[in-house]
């Protein structure tokens, strides 16, 4: 695909990720022509910045635009955006590339490029490994599953936003290696939070520690990003608790497919689901600590459940 001014971009979800994806496309010389956001305050916004139209339908956003990125949560959203009835993107959407980054069922990506071919477009699934400073810097890490000359066609945009990028195979696998990374990563924080809990119950200084931890086989990516956020107990969200949950389990949906008993991320994502359930889901992933903390009613969470008695 060309840039700038003879490439047409729309984004559906300019929330977190959407917004500093546009931007950033914006900043290196693309056009942003249309936005679409069920919070009209979001949309408003991103289409101020970078002089593209609020779109009144999904089927504007198709009309208007060569290529069309999607930024939503959940399995259902990304369904609800390709409706074969009503409005929907897939109204217009004959030579159209839409590039769909969220982590979802593989599943869905398989389905959302059979409704595109059938309607004579494209579709490719982008599974972004890093947050919103990422987005607005242009330094993703994207996995792209889907057909390749597609994704030869939009390197050029997807490069612009990432300082990684990497074809994985046909629809689904990019969306399979993406709920690995997250698997991993969501058990990574639960066990950084029961860790930190701990050296705090047993009256360890936390600088101290998270300090050790770095220097040993307790370091990892997720104590540079998350450990001083769990000692300050500073929940400013950047990939939430409710999405750790739904990619948790979007895993362990694929490890009863292929047999596999997980027991680790099955003990994670009940942790997830826990702070979504005590009303904490909205919040950062780093806030798996005020679970495990004594400090933070953690103890008593923990006598609830008949463990550590």
Known sequence: ??????????????????????????DAGYR???VHDRNPDAANSVASQTGAIVARSLG????RTDVIVTVVGTDKEMLSLFSETGDSLLNGASGRTFVNCATLSPDVHVEMERRAQAHGAESLEVSMASSIIQA????????VGGKRETFERVRPMLEAISASLRWIGPSGQAAKLKALVNMVMNINT??????LGLAEALGLDLTMVREVFSQTGAASRVLETDGGDM?????????SAAHAAKDSHIALTLASR???????????????????ALGLGEIDKSGISELTFLSRGGG???SENGRNS
């Open 32 to 34: 942003i022509l249309a």
């Open 1 to 26: 695909m060309d840039k700038g001014e003879s490439l047409k971009i729309g984004f559906v979800g300019v929330g977190r990720m959407g917004s500093n994806m546009a931007l950033c496309l914006r």
């Open 136 to 143: 607005r810097e242009g330094t993703l890490y994207l996995m």
């Open 60 to 63: 504007e956003v198709a009309e």
């Open 190 to 195: 639960a066990g950084l939070a029961e860790g």
């Open 231 to 239: 000692q300050s107990r500073e929940h400013d969200v950047f990939f």
């Open 300 to 302: 008593d969470l923990i």
């Open 258 to 276: 292929a047999g596999l008993y997980l027991p680790l991320a099955m003990a994670s994502a009940s942790q997830f689901d826990r702070m979504e």
